[in-house]
């Protein structure tokens, strides 16, 4: 969002001059280049989580590489910038919230690296950002929003390509002519039209399974993480369970009417009192071990440890499964996640964000080499 | 040929004189005006030290030790110093001549150099003590046993067309003792009414989209007043009108309508008030009206600082809007399961 560097620049600056706003605008061009080139681990995901949570909040140590990752860019065009991160936080935070925005912004026909990075970009800002309560600091906030709403589209268009059905290469095959002339290759081309025609329907067939398998889970209302009928678990079990269970059966990125899936497993066949706001602590009480059975490769500990932003309900639950619920837990979880154990949803809130956090773990577990 | 050094503290722009010394064309800090920024290359070292920092003038600036501020007013780039390490509030505190901006800001500096702040709040630095101390000094020239008629002397600035910020620095005392950095407006009121009279005042006000919030001092009295009530509604509804237009404040920012004087009025919040909220609330903003007594002349009925912290509290803890939804119109899916809603 190299477009709105001077609206996004200004929680760092009152009112930043023209060269200013070109420098960064320039620092956050070369940026988006260090995200195509690097792992997503090194860079970008640290990167998304000092954009939601800030720079100096206790994620990063000052000899974080990710900190000299968008650091310099930012001293290579300004040398007047302070080095140490004290102060200069707030520079960082702007900077990497621009870069993360263009890298959204970038066309969908781009190569197919830097889409990959795209999604990849908006599933971690769409996890991190949709449960949260709106930030009180209005400019910040606006900034989060931009984002937010460029991830949505993001995933959005990429959803609706995924589940295109099309019959291109079955047009293409059954186009192909022979003439005398030309015998030799064809039965080149008449296979690879054949393959791509197969492909094709193996792509169709795909989408078809993905709707079966997500309608007859939620016909049957059985958890088989837990081995039991939905109706047998309680509320927060059943939120949790059918957001682990429909992410495992979603292509990638889901569609939009997954939130919807998620509060019918929910919702069907509880009383009103059951469904009101639930506090993120308590939620945690109906974590299970087959919960964290199910968020596996990478392992629900590594993730946690190097994503607590990203992940943070999983993060919580994970906590308080293991550690109980004292009150230094419970800070400590805060520092970890940026978001606090009291914060109170509805169970289905809960099972949508438990939704988008399991489809993050399986965009990263599919891009693991 | 005038030019600019990346060394803040180097006057060299105003003296053409290097702050170490050196003859501006190889000073490595001096930068012509129009030539261009130069590409990172390591700097040649003076001596024959190996592994030398490639910003050598700069650390060696730093090893002089820490450059104390003044703590007169900010500039926006003394700002900048400031929001660069934390997010800071900016507000915006704007008014008519004489409407009580600059006791508002008086009342919350003696507030919390009194320990006087509401429970729940310390005080916890500012960069612009010395600033402050000059508005409130006006308030320690008692005569006869009572305050003067005019507290505070009329806000002059140093450079008319750049505003100063005041910095106050509050901590929440509760579990998070989360850190909260003020960044106060002072202006003149002539800015105000220079902006009711043309619209090609806006220029002066370019801070204003970075505002986390403004605070619109009225003067209670003149509200309520038969002869003025008309005038001061009419011009406050032209200078939100411009905010909303001209300068285009963001809607999303919170709007206090801060009723001053509210100890010479028996803390009425007047009618004309109302209506300029309604006013306000037609071009977009979420209005908050306070009635306010920043100093007051009768503190045994009206306590001093009445309105002063809850009018930034409803700025800092203002309540954004939830971000909209995404709207996905209905004929994108031609597919009933994509469209399931629940």
Known sequence: MLSKTLEFYRIADVSPSDETVRKRSSSAEILVGVFVKTKDQDVLLPCIQGVVAGFNEGHFKPDSPVLDAVFQ???????????????????????????????????????????????????????SLSSRSPVAEIHLKSILDALLSASNAVLKAAGDERRRRNLDALEALTEIQTSEDEDADVWERVKAAVADAIREVHRNDEINREELETLWWLFARHSELEDKPLDQLSVGETALTAGIELAQRALLPPPKSSAGIIKRATEHGRKPEELGSVKLQELADSWTAGMSAGFSSPSPDA??????????????????????????????????TALSATHALTPTQWGQQIFREKILQRVLADRRP | ?????????????????????????????????????????????????????????????????????????????????????????????????????????????????????????????SRSLQAFEDRARGLRKWKDGKLPEQMVDHTQLDDPRKPSLLHLCLRETGEERKRIDLLLTDLPGEW??????????????????????????????????????????????????????????????????????ADEIDSVIPAAAQDLAKESEGHGYRVTIISSAALSRSPEKVRNGTGVIEAIEAIIHNQPRAARELRIPSHISERSFRRFRG
Not at chain 2, 43 to 71: M, Y
Not at chain 2, 192 to 219: C, E, H, I, Y
């Open chain 1, 73 to 127: 860019p930012i001293h290579k065009l300004d040398m007047t910038v302070p080095s140490d991160l004290k102060e200069n936080a707030v520079i960082l935070r702007a900077v990497a919230a621009i870069a993360v925005g263009e890298l959204l912004a970038l066309p969908a026909s781009a190569e197919a690296e830097v889409s990959d990075k795209a999604q990849l970009a908006a599933t971690a800002l769409v996890s």
């Open chain 1, 303 to 336: 993730l946690v440890a190097a994503y607590p932003v990203l992940f943070p309900v999983t993060a919580t639950c994970l906590r308080v499964f293991k550690d109980g619920k004292a009150a230094k837990t419970m800070r400590e979880i805060k520092e970890l």
């Open chain 2, 1 to 125: 040929m005038p030019g600019t050094c990346i060394n803040p503290d180097c006057p060299v722009a105003t003296t053409q004189k290097c702050l170490l010394s050196h003859v501006l064309t190889e000073c490595p800090s001096y930068r012509a005006n129009g030539a261009a920024v130069p590409p990172v290359a390591p700097v040649q070292p003076e001596t024959a030290v190996p592994h030398k920092p490639a910003n050598l003038e700069l650390t060696a600036l730093r090893s002089w030790g820490r450059i104390f501020h003044a703590g007169i007013e900010l500039g926006t780039t003394d700002a900048a110093e400031i929001l660069r390490t934390r997010y800071g509030h900016v507000i915006a505190v704007l008014g008519s001549t004489d409407a009580g901006k600059t006791c508002f800001l008086c009342s919350l500096y003696l507030m919390a150099t009194n320990g006087d702040l509401p429970p729940g709040y310390v005080f916890a630095g």
């Open chain 2, 192 to 261: 105000t009414d220079n902006l009711v009279k043309r619209a090609s005042a806006a220029q002066s006000f370019t801070f204003m989209p970075r505002a986390d919030g403004v605070v619109l001092v009225v003067d209670g009295k003149m509200l309520l007043a038969d002869a003025s009530r008309h005038t001061v509604t009419q011009e406050m509804s032209y200078f939100v009108d411009r905010l909303a237009n001209v300068v285009k404040v963001n809607k999303e920012v919170p709007v206090v309508l801060l009723v001053s004087k």
